[in-house]
């Protein structure tokens, strides 16, 4: 296969998705020098894997089976009011239940936008009293922070578009793709 192949948008989803950023064979490759990197800071302690729901399925899947480490695993769920692409009105649907009071704590979410997710997430966690909280995301998109949060480890830092699949959504859809997509703008607009 062509590398022009290769990076072109499969025929099923060429009308909604514009171009590929990032390949599946890109992400498999730095997910896995990411868990590297994490399990060298982390020096084989014990870690809570805490994951915000859902767009980290694909993403929190790949990495915690990189991660040769002692883990526990849980969830937290915010969902912003609306289907639009602006991160509205934040509820929390699911809360944290494993204790991290003294733990190491990884965060990991889908991607950093304008940081008002993490902002109301990670006051939440620091008030458990966690001895160590890093986070992880697999994007990062600098242009569009308003808030003052920075991630430890980063996946990929990304120009100011609006993604999709590798369990990013656009209202709900395109999770599923394995790649890392650009909507054609026609689809949110
Ligand atoms: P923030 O609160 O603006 O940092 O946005 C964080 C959340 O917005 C992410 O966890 C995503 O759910 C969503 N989000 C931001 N940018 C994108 C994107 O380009 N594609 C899909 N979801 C996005
Ligand atoms: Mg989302």
């Given at each position: 296969m062509s590398a022009k192949q290769k990076n072109s948008v499969p025929l099923r989803w060429r009308k909604e998705v514009e171009?590929?950023?990032?390949t599946d064979e890109q992400l498999v490759r730095r997910v896995k020098t990411l868990a590297r990197e994490i399990e060298k800071d982390f020096r084989g302690r014990e870690m809570v894997v805490i994951s915000l729901l859902s767009g980290t399925v694909m993403f929190l899947a790949d990495l915690i089976r990189h991660l040769n480490l002692p883990l526990r695993l849980d969830f937290i769920g915010v969902s912003s009011y609306g289907s639009g692409t602006a991160s509205g009105e934040l509820v929390f649907t699911k809360e944290l239940r494993l204790d991290v009071r003294g733990r190491d704590v990884l965060l990991v979410d889908d991607i950093l936008d304008t940081g008002k997710t993490l902002s109301r997430v990670l006051p939440k966690i620091r008030a458990l009293e966690p001895r160590r909280l890093k986070i992880c995301v697999?994007?990062?998109?600098?242009?569009?922070?308003?808030?003052k949060i920075r991630a430890d480890y980063v996946g990929f830092a990304i120009p100011d578009f609006f993604v999709v699949g590798y369990g990013l959504d656009f209202a709900e859809r395109y999770?599923?793709?394995p790649f890392v997509g650009v909507l054609h703008p026609h689809v949110y607009q």
């Amino acid at each position: 296969m062509s590398a022009k192949q290769k990076n072109s948008v499969p025929l099923r989803w060429r009308k909604e998705v514009e171009r590929i950023l990032i390949t599946d064979e890109q992400l498999v490759r730095r997910v896995k020098t990411l868990a590297r990197e994490i399990e060298k800071d982390f020096r084989g302690r014990e870690m809570v894997v805490i994951s915000l729901l859902s767009g980290t399925v694909m993403f929190l899947a790949d990495l915690i089976r990189h991660l040769n480490l002692p883990l526990r695993l849980d969830f937290i769920g915010v969902s912003s009011y609306g289907s639009g692409t602006a991160s509205g009105e934040l509820v929390f649907t699911k809360e944290l239940r494993l204790d991290v009071r003294g733990r190491d704590v990884l965060l990991v979410d889908d991607i950093l936008d304008t940081g008002k997710t993490l902002s109301r997430v990670l006051p939440k966690i620091r008030a458990l009293e966690p001895r160590r909280l890093k986070i992880c995301v697999l994007l990062d998109k600098p242009a569009r922070r308003v808030e003052k949060i920075r991630a430890d480890y980063v996946g990929f830092a990304i120009p100011d578009f609006f993604v999709v699949g590798y369990g990013l959504d656009f209202a709900e859809r395109y999770r599923n793709l394995p790649f890392v997509g650009v909507l054609h703008p026609h689809v949110y607009q």
